[in-house]
Antibody, heavy 116, light 110 residues
């Protein structure tokens, strides 16, 4: 059974950093690109970025709205994807979902609240 | 403002059929595969349709997808109260080099 479990969401002050983890199981992690999608309270889905699998270079792509403030990485040996966010803003407040590839499996989400 | 345009809401009676549109451009829907997602209240989105019209295993054939030009459509037949949810279209935008979603459509089964 494919499982994606996000962790690391927290209440943080503006300007601080946070790292989210996506621990996966039930599939060959290294075969898949991994994405992050967020959803602000009461709003729609917003793509944050993704990281290709090694066969496609293992490189990331980021949404313009967060580029320069986030880094997506992966550890294929542990089947974990990471989302590192810097200089957090109040508008980053959202549930962050870890997503396999283009969305065939989603985690349950982890809440990040940015507030002073 | 979303790159893909969906109606904010649609409604229909149980047992009826409903369609949800998703309008884009040549840089996204026109040249890339479209997916559709269902988000039941308080839960994570779930894939309903991928590659414009394919259903993952376990998704009933009451759900269908199509694409024509720069628009895509999700169809749901035999509506059930359990289908009440938010529905999102999504695709890759080659100009933005980004995945884009529609703003979401809230389906009410009256």
């Amino acid at each position: 059974e494919v499982q994606l479990v996000e962790s690391g969401g927290d209440l943080v002050q503006p300007g601080r950093s946070l790292r989210l983890s996506c621990t996966t199981s039930g599939f060959i992690f290294s075969d898949y690109a991994m994405s992050w999608v967020r959803q602000a309270p009461g709003k729609g889905l917003e793509w944050v970025g993704f990281i290709r699998n090694k066969a496609y270079g293992g490189t990331p792509e980021y949404a313009a709205s967060v580029k320069g403030r986030i880094t997506i990485s992966r550890d294929d040996s542990k089947s974990i994807a990471y989302l590192h966010m810097n200089s957090l803003k109040t508008e980053d407040t959202a549930v962050y979902y870890c997503v396999r590839s283009n969305g065939d499996y989603w985690g349950q989400g982890t809440l990040v609240t940015v507030s002073s | 403002q979303s790159v893909l345009t969906q109606p904010p809401s649609v409604s229909a009676a149980p047992g009826q059929k409903v369609t949800i549109s998703c309008s884009g451009s040549s840089s996204n829907i026109g040249n890339n595969y479209v997916s559709w997602y269902q988000q039941l209240p308080g839960t994570a989105p779930k894939l309903l349709i991928y590659d414009n019209n394919k259903r993952p295993s376990g998704i009933p054939d009451r759900f269908s997808g199509s694409r024509s030009g720069t628009s895509a459509t999700l169809g749901i037949t035999g509506l059930q109260t359990g289908d009440e949810a938010d529905y999102y279209c999504g695709t890759w935008d080659s100009s933005l080099s980004a995945r884009v979603f529609g703003g979401g459509t809230k389906l009410t089964v009256l």
